[in-house]
C-alpha cells in the first residue's frame, strides 16, 4: 500500500485515558483525531485535535463523526455496533475492529460462546437467567463467577456465588441475564495484547495481571511464568485474534490453572490496561500498533525493550468529588525509572483509574527477561504515596484504612 | 519540593513543532499547555489543550496567556523577552529561560560577547556595521561567516565572507548589523542538549550535527568523535549551562576544529533540532526535561538507550504551497528501527522543516555506543524517499535536482 502524509483521520468513540494515550501515539505519525464522548473536555482532549459531544449510541453524532473521518474505531465497549455498522455504511469507511466482533464482545455468553466454539479453551459456563437454574449450575460446578452479560466493567456486574442459597441475591446484583462460570483455581491471571493487521497477527510479550476486588493493581512483563506457560499463552492468543473479525489491538484476558492450562476469560477489542507497560517497555506501544492496524499500515515491532511494572492509580476517596488532588507525587517525578502517567479526569470516584505508574527495569540486561522483584515493590510504594483520599478529607480521617490500591 | 496532580498548566509562546513535541511529553505528566502563535491550528494544536492566536510579541496576547497560567516559556527566540518579563512580573508568575536570557541570546553579537567573557571559547568574532570594517576583518582574519545580529533563523542571515570584495554584498544581504566570525577549519559540528534544573544540570551524549547549506539534515547521537573530544563537548556545555541564567533546556551547538578543540557556535534557549533523537534513544526526552526544569521539578536521566540517527524532512517545493503530500511513507512505517515524526504543518516551503525520522541501532548491545554507519545511510535513503515535490508538481519535472535534503 502507499501511504502519505498529511495523514488520515481517526473517528474514535470514547475520550477517556485510552482515547488520551492513542492521541499521544497519533500525533507523531500524523494522524488526527477525533473523538465522541458525552462529557465535555474529557481526558482526549488533551491529545486530540476535536471532539464531538455525544453518547457512545447517539446515532446523529456518531453519524456526524463519521462524515469527518477517513476511518472509525472505539476505545470502550459501550459503542453501538449496529450504529457504527450504518454510519460506515453510509460513508464508505471502514470500521475497526468488526462491529460483529463488537457485538459479539458485548455479550459475554455470546462472546464465550464463540471462544469454545472456535476450540479455543475457556473455564465451564452456563447462561443463566433464573435462581432455579444458577442454584442447580453451583450444585454441580462448584463455585462460579456470575457476570451479567452486558454492560460490566472493571469487574462492576461480575459477583462470585459459592453455594446455590446465595443464588438470588446474585442474580439481584448482577441485574438478571447472567453467564455462571466455574471457578477456576487458578495460580495466576495473565494477558497477551494482540494485534490484528492487515496481513499479519503480532502478539505482545505475555503480561501478569494482579487484581484485588476484581480490578487491576498492577501488571508485571513479562509474566512470571515459566516459559512453556508463556508460549502456550501466545498460542492460545493468536487463535483468539485468528478468530475474532477486523483489525486492532486487542487485550485478551487470560488464567493460567494450578495444572498449567491456559483459559480465556475476556476480550477487550481495543487497548487495554493490561498493555499500558508498552509505552515505556515495548519497542512500539499498544496504541501506536492500534493506529497501525486500524488504518492498515504495517504492524511494528512488539518486542520487549526492558521488563516492566506498571501500577495503577485507582480514586480512593470515598465518594465521587470534583478536582480532588493527589498526594506528593515528587518522590515518582526524582525515581530514575519510573514514568507518570496522568488520565486528566476531572473527578475522582472510589476506584476510578486516575492514572498510572510505570517502572523500567533497565537494571536486566539485554536477553534476562524476569522482571526483578524489586521493581514490582517500587512500583506499589510509589503509588501507594499518591491516594486522593488524604487530600480529600485531611481534618475529618486518617488515610489508613481508606486506601483502595 | 511538593507537586500534586492534576498538574500545572504552561503558557508556551510559538507553537510550531517544538510545541506539539511538548505537548507530547506533557500529557503523560498531568502538564496543560496552552500555545501563542500566530497561525490558525498551528502544528502544537494537536497535542495541547488551546491556543491564543498572537504575533510572538503581541502584549496584549501575551497577557492573556499570562493570566491563565502557572509559568511561561518559549520555543522560539522570536518571542520578547521585555513583555515576557512585564507578564511574569504582572501575574506574579516566572518565566524559564530567564527572559535576560532571551535577550542576551537574541543578539548574536551580544550572546559571543557574553559566552567569551565567561571564559568559554568561541571563534574569533568582531562586531561589524559597515562595508569598510567587514573588509579590514576579512583581511585580518581570512574567510568569515558574517550573521545578522538578529533575527537569524536555520542558517538565514548567515552569509560566508571569503575575500573584502564580497563585503558590500554580504551586508546586504543580511541587512546591516552583523556579527562576522571567523570561519573555523572543523573536523565536525557537534550539539549538546543541556537541561538546567532547580538545583542540578545535566546533559544528553554529544550529537553529531551534519548540515547542508547551514540547515540541519541529519543527526548522529552519540557523535563519532573520540571520547576526549566529547568529554570536551560536555565540558564547554556544562560551562554554557552554568553561565545562563534560568531553568529549561538548551541546545548547545558547537564546532570540534580539526586541531580537537571546542567553540561555541551558538546556544538556544529551548529544545533544539538536534536533540530529537532523544525521544527514543534517550531515557527521557529533551521535551520532558524541559517541562520538568522550567517546573523545578526533578530532571530525569538523560542517558543513552541506544545510538540513534534522525534525519530532517524538509521541504523540496521550489515555492511556498499549501497541502502538499509527501512521497510514499510506508517504507518509514514497515522499518522496524524506524520512527516518524510528522509535525501537521498546512503549508510546505523550500527547506521547510516538516517532520523528521529517527532510527534507533538496537543491534548495539548496551554499552557499545558508536553509531553504526548502516543507520545513517539508512535514514537519509527513507527519508529522500519522502519529499513533496514528486506529488505537487509530478506532471512538469522529474525529481532529481530538486531534492534539497
Redesign the interface.
Known sequence: ???????PTVGVVGGGQLG?ML??A?????V?LIVLDPTPDPPA?????EQIVGDFDDRKAIMELASRVDVLTYEIELADPDVLADAAEEFGIPVHPDPSTLRTIQDKLVQTEAVADAGIPVPEFVGVETKRLLSEVVEELGSVMLKARTGGYDGRGNVPVRSPDESADALQTVGGDAIAEQFVPYERELSVIGVKGADEIRTYPVTETIHREQILRESVTPARASQEVRDRAESVARDVLTMVDGRGVYGIELFETEAGQILVNEIAPRPHNSGHWS?EGA?TSQFENHL?AILG??I??TDLLSPTVTANLLGDTPSRQS?V??????PV??D?DT????Y?KREVYPLRKM?HITVTD?TR??GESEVAAEPLARARELRDGLGFAA?WDRQTRTRTGLLMF
Open positions: 500500500m502507499t501511504v502519505t502524509l498529511p495523514g488520551r492521541g499521544e497519533a500525533a507523531p505519525l500524523g488526527e482532549a488533551a491529545t486530540t485535535a509505552i519497542a497501525r499500515w504495517p511494528a515491532p478536582l488532588r493527589t498526594g506528593d507525587v515528587s517525578l526524582a530514575a514514568d507518570a502517567h496522568w486528566g492514572g533497565r540486561a539485554n487530600e
